[in-house]
């Protein structure tokens, strides 16, 4: 009784589905090109560059390892909101694209030269520096950060058709509210890596 027929998605909602995939894929694809690129950087840098990085290194290791839960909490988390928050912002604005795409390769940048210099200075004791300490919420704040830029760009693209009258875009009250809700449930995520990272990082900082 059930060979002889089968449902089928509506055309529109699968080509909806396909471009949401699409966009999501290209984001994804600059967040590892950023982490490419960080990383090359760091393997052909100036002597300067090098440097500075070995300056914020042990910055940045020296520190983790003397701040509380508490503290490496509340750090993180502020920078992972002031970034989702400039990209809800970015929403509201028909010409914003260039800043939503660029997050995923700007995070992405950020990544690699952090994991590249760690590698470069530390060996093979990086890798468990990475697994141990940055993966772990780096895998939820990337995912996060990923999925608020695909939000933000959608509801841009709405902005920039109501400007364009072939288009015949308009923006309702239903749809800010769930652009809002979805960002709401992406800062709960961004909550959660944050701990992950303060976690982590006062629980096994102080042995790199």
């Known amino acids: 009784m059930f060979g002889t027929s089968h449902l089928e998605a509506p055309q529109g909602l699968e080509t909806s589905v396909s471009r949401k995939n699409k966009l999501l894929f290209s984001l994804f694809l600059l967040f590892f090109f950023g982490v490419l690129y960080g990383a090359l950087i760091v393997s052909y840098g100036s002597p300067q560059l090098i440097e500075t990085l070995s300056f914020m290194k042990e910055s940045f290791l020296s520190l983790r390892a003397e701040q ?59 890798i468990l520096f990475t697994v141990v300490i940055i993966l772990p919420h780096s895998i939820i704040s990337t995912v996060a950060l990923v999925l608020a830029s695909r939000e933000s760009i959608r509801l841009s693209n709405l902005f920039l058709a109501g ?42 900082a102080r042995f790199f």
């Open 163 to 204: 400007f364009i009258p072939k288009l015949s875009g308009s923006i309702s009250l239903q749809a800010v509210k769930l652009y809002t809700l979805k960002y709401v449930i992406l800062l709960l995520f961004l909550l959660a890596a944050s701990f992950l990272d303060g976690l982590f990082t006062f629980l096994f």
């Open 68 to 126: 509380s839960l508490l503290q490496t909490f509340l750090r993180s988390f502020g920078i992972h909101a002031a970034l989702l928050t400039l990209l809800f912002l970015c929403g509201f604005s028909a010409i914003s694209h260039l800043v939503s795409f660029g997050m995923p390769a700007f995070y992405g940048l950020g990544f690699g030269l952090s994991v590249g210099y760690l590698y470069a200075s530390m060996g093979a004791k990086a």
